[in-house]
């Protein structure tokens, strides 16, 4: 689920710092049921996580996890060296930088994204950010992960 007026912000953005080639949003992971995804243990979601209503007569449990985020592009390379913290979801790209470094690499098919920022981040540290604001739910299904 987009938020709205996400694409204007991240364009704006874009347009006012030339030199940064990727630009995530905080991002929202939420499931349905509290063994629906394996990693279950995350905590309940809290009022107003979700863009949409959810009672407390509700038979439906969902749990939400948002993304690390951080408007500092030199702390996400850094973190990257840990995790993937650029949603990949949420991203809006310079198309010709994502080119230049070669695109997607399919043999890393569970992680291509991953790759991606970690070669991006390798040419520029600073060329990968974030903003603060949610821009994108990502419901997940009991058949991905």
Known sequence: ?????????????????????????????????SNSHPSSNESKIIEGLLPFPVSSTSTKTFTARPALYSADPGFTAWSMLFSCTISHPSVMYRKSVILEAGGYDED?????????W??????????LSS?????????KHRKHS
């Open 1 to 33: 689920i987009c938020a709205a007026k996400r694409f204007a912000q991240q364009l704006r953005f874009m347009k006012g710092n030339p030199s940064l080639a990727v630009l995530g949003m905080q991002s929202v992971v939420f499931w349905e049921g």
């Open 131 to 139: 903003r603060a604001s949610i821009g994108v739910w990502h419901r």
């Open 118 to 127: 970690l070669r991006l981040v390798r040419q520029d540290p600073r060329s």
């Open 108 to 116: 890393n098919y569970f992680a291509e994204d991953y790759s991606l």
